[in-house]
């Protein structure tokens, strides 16, 4: 048994979970308290954890607490994309040994019947989550260097990946969900969201098929999955620690999607369009420099727009899983500069222009099987 919210935590459970650690000294925890993080996601609590022990020990006075959110339309929403289950088994089977530096992990589980997760994690000390609207290419260059040689490690090595799910296993995952997400967008903002968005989102519909049978030959990888400026700690002086955290999403995938959506959602677009060349270049180099072979930067750049689009399929999705109503109330008093208009969906349809993606998923359409095709041979 295992605590599913911040209610359930005992001392007892917490003795239980640090005595299998590195705690040379035997000391027990005597008293705890928590505090919510000022910066709360949508589908988890999450608590510093402090902690009083009985004797000086070197084990962490400060902890990391994250549960599922305990709301049951959360819940259900995510039930079919298992994103508790997903962290849970990142953390259990690769942690530190994952090749990106992440949190280090003291306790992970997950419960099936209640869709239930716990994890204890490092306390990052001397490290900051950079802001959405304001944050600089410097932050951005350092994502990219650990990016590359973590997609490097697990290059084509799916037989080693069991547990991860495949994006490309169940084509039709995200189907219902942006065909609904599209009828909820109310006909006023429309243009908020953007023409070329709902254009690009109904040829991702129409040519699903292909564009899955294209992108699973690969070369596929093990990806974040939601690779964007507010997975990432920062270091906050040059010899401070960086981090990635939020891994509900780890998935098998071709590794420029996760670098698209750090670019596109990470970088004002002009600093996006004065950088990006330079930043897919690195990408690509720090790949050959870590082993990747047969893997052209053409082909990058390929997997990169198709990021774009994996983009927007995500974005759209809060028409689908939220009160619309009351959602567009709450952006709608958000100050222009922090417009979430912007990082949504704005700023991911000027990339699609500038990369002429309509025209790629056309292309796509018509040189690619559908899956049934493929199967059939």
């Known amino acids: ?173 995200h189907v219902q969900n942006v065909t609904r997400a599209l009828e909820k967008i109310p006909e006023e903002h429309r243009d908020d969201v953007g023409r070329t968005v709902i254009e690009v989102l109904e040829l991702w519909l129409k040519h699903r098929s292909q564009i899955v049978v294209h992108c699973a030959r690969g070369p596929l990888t093990l990806c974040h999955g939601s690779f964007h400026r507010q997975q990432l700690l920062c270091p906050t002086a040059e010899n401070d620690p960086f981090r990635v955290i939020d891994w509900q999403s780890a998935t098998i995938d071709c590794g420029p999607i996760d670098l698209a959506r750090l670019l596109v959602t990470g970088l004002l677009p002009a600093a996006r369009r004065a950088h990006e060349t330079r930043l897919v270049e690195r990408y690509h180099a720090l790949l050959v420099e870590n082993g990747v072979a047969d893997y052209p930067l053409e082909q990058v750049w390929q997997h990169y727009r198709l990021g774009i689009v994996r983009v927007l399929v995500l974005h759209i999705q809060v028409f689908a899983h939220f009160n619309v109503k009351l959602m567009l109330e709450h952006w709608g008093r958000v100050a222009e500069e922090q417009s979430l208009w912007k990082v949504l969906f704005q700023w991911p349809e000027q990339a699609l222009m500038e990369h002429a993606v309509p025209e790629l998923l056309r292309q796509i359409a018509r040189e690619t099987p559908t899956i049934e095709a493929e199967e059939q041979g």
Not at 1 to 15: A, Y
Not at 84 to 109: K, L, M, N, Q, S
């Open 1 to 173: 048994m295992f605590p599913t919210q911040v209610g359930e935590l005992s001392i007892v459970w917490l003795n239980q979970t640090l005595t299998d650690q590195e705690n040379r000294q035997g000391a027990r925890v005597v008293d705890f308290s928590t505090e919510p993080l000022a910066d709360q996601g949508r589908t988890s609590a999450v608590y510093l954890l402090t902690l009083t022990y009985d004797q000086l020990t070197e084990m962490p006075t400060k902890l990391v607490l994250k549960f599922a959110m305990d709301q049951d339309f959360v819940k259900d929403a995510l039930q079919d994309q298992n994103v508790f289950e997903r962290e849970v088994t990142f953390y259990r089977r690769f942690g530190d040994g994952a090749g990106i530096p992440v949190p280090r992990c003291y306790a992970a589980a997950y419960d099936a019947e209640k869709n239930a997760c716990v994890l204890l994690l490092e306390y990052i000390e001397n490290a900051h989550q950079p802001d959405l609207f304001h944050g600089s290419v410097a932050e951005v260059d350092i994502a990219v260097e650990h990016l590359a040689p973590f997609h490097a490690r697990w290059w084509q090595r799916q037989e080693e990946l069991a547990g991860i799910p495949c994006e490309y296993d169940r084509p039709d995952q």
